[in-house]
């Protein structure tokens, strides 16, 4: 009997699935806010595209922006929200020692990363990017966009990556043309 051999676009398949169903368990019910604190280190992915991965997930929700240092983004939150997103990573300037408190008082929901001294016993769901930094990247902004991605499947927002790029075919879809008649 043989053994069957690993397709490696099946385990690529299999792995986004795996990761989907893992995002969907992470689902809150019933948000119709979200506050998304920035990182000021790095962003991934920029406001527009991360608020359309935000309404893709919760699409009746409405989507505020804010800065480590406490300033608004464009419109600015209300007083209570529904759930927080903080992307701040650990070692960059927040607006006090005790922002994250304040933070997780505005929030029915609060995730997060673990940097500083409160967010590990105050928010609800907590990515640790300390214990797990000899699996990540050193580029900071490789590093950046794996655990802001992490972060964010804890919040039941997807940030799948579909498809890969393919080869340039331009050539060969010209030389299979016809040729051109002229007038």
Not at 16 to 21: A, K, P, R
Not at 31 to 36: E, F, K, Q
Not at 46 to 61: E, V
């Amino acid at each position: 009997m043989t053994t069957p051999t690993k397709d490696p676009e099946s385990e690529a398949f299999l792995d986004i699935l795996s990761d989907e169903e893992r995002v969907r368990a992470h689902r809150i019910p019933g948000v119709r806010t979200v506050l998304v604190v920035l990182s000021s280190r790095g962003m991934v992915l920029d406001r527009d595209a991360l608020r359309q991965k935000i309404l893709f997930t919760y699409p009746d929700s409405a989507v505020f922006y804010m800065t480590p240092l406490g300033q608004a983004v464009g419109t600015a939150a209300p007083r209570k929200v529904d759930l927080l997103v903080d992307l701040t990573g650990p070692g960059e300037r927040q607006a006090g020692l005790c922002f994250p408190r304040k933070l997780r008082g505005r929030a029915r929901v609060a995730v997060g990363r673990n940097a500083g001294l409160f967010r590990k016993r105050v928010y609800d769901r907590v990515y640790n990017d300390q214990t797990k930094s000899a699996e990540l990247p050193q580029d900071v902004l490789e590093r950046e966009r794996v655990v802001q991605r992490e972060v964010l499947a804890l919040g039941g927002i997807a940030v799948a990556q579909r498809g890969e790029a393919l080869r340039d075919q331009s050539h060969t879809i010209a030389l299979g043309l016809p040729p051109i008649s002229r007038l």
